[in-house]
């Protein structure tokens, strides 16, 4: 038992070290505690236990060697490494000892911050911004730099540490010392380093400065270039372009300054180019205008080309506009030139100098001055006194004065106005003035004609007012306020006016100005005498109403007291209104007296109308009768008659024939006039109407011994008319013509075609009648029987222009006094209706 108690504890001892074997003894010693637990014994737990004794100390000696070699292995390894890190070291060492010499070559401080914001390292002579060597005051920038240079470099380390951004600045300390202090990150970490710059450094510095100062006055002048609208440029000493602004680009149609040095784009052409390359070979400026193309239109370009120490710098302003402006200009002037020379004003214009430099044609005619002296612009003294001269100024008893108060003029600043009355009564209106150039402008207008005009004009007002005042129609002219402008005595009578009140209102409690009457005073005084309240509102419209257009308008006035008046208010040129009043009282009361007299005559005619188509259709049937009675008579039938009886009989047959004709043609006229008569249109036989009518005067022919010629072509065929009424014109005509007749004379009837008209004439060779008579032949009752035998009741002729004009036909009349009479009825062709309107 004692020896493997000796080697579990050589088996724990060996391999504790290592921990291989840790788990296997664990199970040994639970193997044997299981065999002794199960109760194994003797020899088998013996020989178990010595193999098992065997294998551990074989395994143990494996794991020592093996560890041996690795120790070895490793020693060896770790011996080769420790050369290397001494060696790396001892590099090390070298490399901070001249970093450390270079750190000290140099008087700087280098301040270095880490990845966390632990403290940072500060190395370096600290004695180039404090006196006491204290390293964290350091970035105490305040202690020794002025407050807007610490504020500076305390924004730029917040930035380098918080964004990496590198800084670099120049700037004085406190002390007088001229410091760089740049920053940058290096290796993940902020780095800042102060140096005290001096001699060679400072001089950079400030050569740096300088550039930096220069760079930005040359990015500042090319900025303000490139704003510049006129082109410029810059040329090296080839002559090639090598800068050019925006302006530039845009002139060549180019995008953008780079593209035209590209191409080298020209805005001269060049004549242009060559004559500047000569003057800068010889050192001086050219300076020219020239025309040129810019974007693509042409423009006038005063250019300068200056020589420089690298080539030449050109220049080119558009005058284009200026010049544009300048020709506008001269053409303005001249337009006004000629404007004043046609002007009836005449002006005159002087210098500062007191000398002439424009006048017009009607500033020579008015004083009758040589163009060629006052082309020498005499002074305006010299003008007035060979005005004074020639005696066609006014008469002044101190001429010297009075011209020295006009020329005072030149130096005051407002506008005066004279009146010069010159000989031979003209009257000048004098306009003085001053310019803005030191000199002054003459007007002046001839205003005699105004003058006289206005005197005129007074007159006239005069014999106007009396010419009211003698009317006997109210007028009053309001003017556009509405106030009374003017009246009349006739105005005030009527309306019961006192006249001094038309001229102005009474005066008013607070004591203004009294002013004329206005409409609404008017009214209330004359709505008294008419309370028409319609008509003033209108009257007070128009004269003081907004209207787009104003019309003259008319109205009837019935006063209370009985008086009638014709109101008429109408728009004057001037905005004023006239107001008319007429006192038609008495027109009226005759006018109402003849219309009540038309109404009787109406009443009148009427009622003989009347009387006449009753009387005329109570005729006829006794007429009808007796006509009748008379025929069987004539015929025997009721016995025979002697000579004496026959004879008298045909005196009543006459008589009655006559008598039927009458009321015929009366009862004619009165269907006409009641617009009643109808015609019965029909196919009318011209020639058959002619023998029928011709028939019906036969008797009357033989009686008084009269030929009668008809005249009319077989062939005249027919015509549209009333065929009865026709022959009834035909009949009269023929009738009137045999009644102014002389025994042993001829009438004639003749009928033609004429266009679209059938024309019957009938001529006689009768005495004829007057022109005063022509006039009223065809009125109604009038005769013409002085000297003639027939005695009618003058209604033949009116019937037949009645007929005649109902049929649409028109009646002409020709009469020579001893010739005879020609009487021309035209029917048209065709008829348009059978019903006809009434005769004229």
Same mark, same amino acid.
């Given at each position: 038992?004692?020896?493997?108690?000796?080697?579990?504890?050589?088996?724990?001892?060996?391999?504790?070290?290592? !921990?291989?074997?840790?788990?296997?003894?664990?199970?040994?010693?639970?193997?044997?505690?299981?065999?002794?637990?199960? !109760?194994?014994?003797?020899?088998?737990?013996?020989?178990?236990?010595?193999?098992?004794?065997?294998?551990?100390?074989?395994?143990?000696?494996?794991?020592?060697?093996?560890?041996?070699?690795?120790?070895?292995?490793?020693?060896?390894?770790?011996?080769?490494?420790?050369?290397?890190?001494?060696?790396?070291?001892?590099?090390?060492?070298? &490399?901070?000892?001249?970093?450390?010499?270079?750190?000290?070559?140099?008087?700087?401080?280098?301040?270095?911050?880490?990845?966390?914001?632990?403290?940072?390292?500060?190395?370096?002579?600290?004695?180039?911004?404090?006196?006491?060597?204290?390293?964290?005051?350091?970035?105490?920038?305040?202690?020794?730099?002025?407050?807007?240079?610490?504020?500076?470099?305390?924004?730029?380390?917040?930035?380098?540490?918080?964004?990496?951004?590198?800084?670099?600045?120049?700037?004085?300390?406190?002390?007088?010392?001229?410091?760089?202090?740049?920053?940058?990150?290096?290796?993940?970490?902020?780095?800042?380093?102060?140096?005290?710059?001096?001699?060679?450094?400072?001089?950079?510095?400030?050569?740096?400065?300088?550039?930096?100062?220069?760079?930005?006055? #040359?990015?500042? #002048?090319? &900025?303000?270039?490139?704003?510049?609208?006129?082109?410029?440029?810059?040329?090296?000493?080839?002559?090639?372009?090598?800068?050019?602004?925006?302006?530039? &680009?845009?002139?060549?149609?180019?995008?953008?300054?780079?593209?035209?040095?590209?191409?080298?784009?020209?805005?001269?052409?060049?004549?242009?180019?060559?004559?500047?390359?000569?003057?800068?070979?010889?050192?001086?400026?050219?300076?020219?205008?020239?025309?040129?193309?810019?974007? %693509?239109?042409?423009?006038?370009?005063?250019?300068?080309?200056?020589?420089?120490?690298? !080539?030449?710098?050109?220049?080119?302003?558009?005058?284009?506009?200026?010049?544009?402006?300048? &020709?506008?200009?001269?053409?303005?002037?001249?337009?006004?030139?000629?404007?004043?020379?046609?002007?009836?004003?005449?002006?005159?214009?002087?210098?500062?100098?007191?000398?002439?430099?424009?006048?017009?044609?009607?500033?020579?005619?008015?004083?009758?001055?040589?163009? %060629?002296?006052?082309?020498?612009?005499?002074?305006?003294?010299?003008?007035?006194?060979?005005?004074?001269?020639?005696?066609?100024?006014?008469?002044?008893?101190?001429?010297?004065?009075?011209?020295?108060?006009?020329?005072?003029?030149?130096?005051?600043?407002?506008?005066?106005?004279?009146?010069?009355?010159?000989?031979?009564?003209?009257?000048?209106?004098?306009?003085?003035?001053?310019?803005?150039? %030191?000199?002054?402008?003459?007007?002046?207008?001839?205003?005699?004609?105004?003058?006289?005009?206005?005197?005129?004009?007074?007159?006239?007002?005069?014999?106007?007012?009396?010419?009211?005042?003698?009317?006997?129609?109210?007028?009053?002219?309001?003017?556009?306020?509405?106030?009374?402008?003017?009246?009349?005595?006739?105005?005030?009578?009527?309306?019961?006016?006192?006249?001094?009140?038309?001229?102005?209102?009474?005066?008013?409690?607070?004591?203004?100005?009294?002013?004329?009457?206005?409409?609404?005073?008017?009214?209330?005084?004359?709505?008294?005498?008419?309370?028409?309240?319609?008509?003033?509102?209108?009257?007070?419209?128009?004269?003081?109403?907004?209207?787009?257009?104003?019309?003259?308008?008319?109205?009837?006035?019935?006063?209370?007291?009985?008086?009638?008046?014709?109101?008429?208010?109408?728009?004057?040129?001037?905005?004023?209104?006239?107001?008319?009043f007429l006192d038609v009282t008495a027109s009226i009361k005759v006018a109402r007296a003849l219309t009540e007299r038309n109404e009787a005559l109406v009443a009148t005619q009427e009622l003989r109308d009347n009387f006449v188509h009753h009387v005329s259709y109570e005729l006829r049937s006794p007429l009808n009768s007796l006509s009748g009675f008379v025929e069987l008579l004539a015929d025997g039938r009721t016995g025979p008659l002697n000579a004496k009886q026959g004879e008298y009989l045909g005196y009543i047959q006459k008589s009655s024939a006559a008598l039927i004709a009458i009321t015929d043609n009366i009862l004619d006229l009165a269907t006409i006039d009641a617009n009643t008569l109808e015609l019965s249109i029909s196919e009318v036989d011209i020639a058959k109407t002619i023998k029928a009518a011709s028939e019906g005067v036969q008797d009357r022919l033989a009686e008084e011994s009269i030929k009668l010629n008809v005249v009319a072509f077989d062939d005249i065929g027919h015509f549209e008319a009333d065929e009865a009424r026709v022959?009834?014109?035909?009949?009269?005509?023929?009738?009137?013509?045999?009644?102014?007749?002389?025994?042993?004379?001829?009438?004639?009837?003749?009928?033609?075609?004429?266009?679209?008209?059938?024309?019957?004439?009938?001529?006689?060779?009768?005495?004829?009648?007057?022109?005063?008579?022509?006039?009223?032949?065809?009125?109604?009752?009038?005769?013409?029987?002085?000297?003639?035998?027939?005695?009618?009741?003058?209604?033949?002729?009116?019937?037949?222009?009645?007929?005649?004009?109902?049929?649409?036909?028109?009646?002409?009349?020709?009469?020579?006094?001893?010739?005879?009479?020609?009487?021309?009825?035209?029917?048209?062709?065709?008829?348009?209706?059978?019903?006809?309107?009434?005769?004229?």
């Open positions: 038992m004692g020896a493997p108690a000796r080697l579990r504890a050589r088996l724990r001892t060996s391999v504790s070290p290592a !921990g291989l074997l840790g788990g296997s003894v664990p199970l040994l010693l639970g193997t044997q505690s299981a065999v002794a637990q199960s !109760g194994f014994a003797g020899d088998m737990f013996n020989e178990t236990q010595g193999v098992i004794g065997f294998s551990a100390f074989v395994a143990l000696v494996i794991f020592s060697a093996s560890t041996a070699i690795l120790h070895l292995t490793g020693r060896r390894a770790w011996t080769q490494r420790e050369s290397r890190l001494v060696a790396d070291l001892t590099s090390a060492r070298a &490399a901070l000892d001249r970093a450390n010499v270079f750190l000290s070559a140099e008087s700087q401080i280098v301040v270095a911050w880490g990845m966390s914001n632990g403290e940072p390292d500060i190395e370096g002579d600290l004695s180039i911004v404090m006196d006491v060597p204290v390293p964290r005051r350091v970035l105490g920038f305040g202690s020794w730099l002025p407050p807007e240079a610490a504020r500076n470099v305390e924004g730029c380390v917040e930035r380098l540490r918080a964004r990496g951004e590198s800084f670099r600045l120049s700037m004085a300390s406190l002390t007088g010392r001229q410091l760089e202090i740049e920053g940058r990150a290096v290796g993940g970490r902020a780095v800042m380093r102060i140096r005290d710059v001096s001699g060679d450094r400072l001089e950079l510095a400030r050569l740096r400065e300088r550039h930096v100062q220069a760079m930005m006055e #040359l990015d500042s #002048l090319q &900025a303000m270039l490139d704003a510049l609208p006129s082109p410029a440029w810059m040329r090296d000493k080839q002559g090639q372009l090598a800068w050019t602004n925006a302006a530039y &680009a845009r002139a060549v149609d180019v995008v953008d300054a780079r593209e035209a040095i590209a191409r080298n784009a020209e805005l001269l052409d060049t004549q242009a180019r060559e004559a500047a390359r000569q003057l800068r070979g010889a050192g001086s400026i050219w300076r020219s205008r020239v025309p040129a193309v810019v974007a %693509g239109q042409r423009h006038v370009l005063d250019v300068t080309d200056v020589p420089t120490r690298g !080539g030449s710098a050109g220049f080119a302003a558009d005058r284009t506009e200026i010049e544009a402006m300048r &020709a506008d200009l001269s053409r303005q002037m001249e337009a006004n030139a000629r404007t004043l020379d046609q002007l009836a004003t005449a002006v005159a214009v002087f210098d500062r100098a007191k000398r002439l430099v424009f006048y017009n044609s009607a500033y020579r005619q008015l004083w009758g001055l040589d163009a %060629g002296w006052l082309d020498q612009q005499p002074t305006d003294s010299e003008i007035l006194d060979r005005l004074r001269a020639e005696r066609k100024l006014p008469e002044q008893a101190d001429f010297r004065s009075w011209k020295a108060a006009l020329l005072s003029t030149y130096q005051s600043t407002e506008t005066v106005q004279q009146i010069w009355y010159l000989p031979r009564e003209r009257n000048l209106r004098v306009v003085v003035n001053p310019n803005a150039q %030191g000199g002054v402008t003459y007007l002046f207008d001839d205003v005699t004609e105004r003058d006289q005009l206005e005197s005129q004009f007074n007159s006239l007002i005069g014999v106007q007012a009396e010419t009211l005042d003698a009317l006997k129609e109210g007028v009053a002219v309001f003017g556009s306020d509405g106030r009374l402008k003017l009246s009349n005595q006739a105005f005030a009578d009527l309306w019961q006016y006192d006249r001094a009140q038309l001229h102005v209102s009474p005066p008013n409690a607070s004591g203004t100005q009294p002013r004329p009457p206005h409409i609404d005073d008017i009214i209330a005084h004359c709505r008294d005498l008419c309370p028409d309240e319609s008509l003033w509102t209108t009257l007070r419209s128009a004269v003081a109403g907004l209207h787009d257009a104003r019309m003259r308008s008319e109205y009837r006035v019935q006063r209370q007291d009985g008086r009638v008046l014709d109101c008429a208010a109408a728009p004057l040129p001037d905005g004023a209104t006239l107001i008319t022959r009834q014109v035909l009949y009269n005509l023929l009738s009137n013509a045999i009644g102014f007749s002389s025994p042993g004379q001829s009438v004639t009837l003749a009928a033609f075609r004429r266009s679209d008209e059938i024309v019957f004439k009938v001529s006689d060779e009768g005495r004829g009648m007057p022109p005063e008579v022509l006039d009223r032949i065809f009125n109604r009752l009038e005769t013409n029987s002085i000297g003639a035998r027939h005695r009618g009741a003058g209604l033949g002729l009116s019937i037949v222009r009645s007929f005649v004009e109902l049929h649409g036909g028109r009646v002409q009349i020709e009469s020579v006094p001893g010739e005879g009479t020609v009487v021309t009825c035209f029917f048209p062709a065709r008829h348009s209706s059978g019903r006809v309107a009434k005769a004229s």
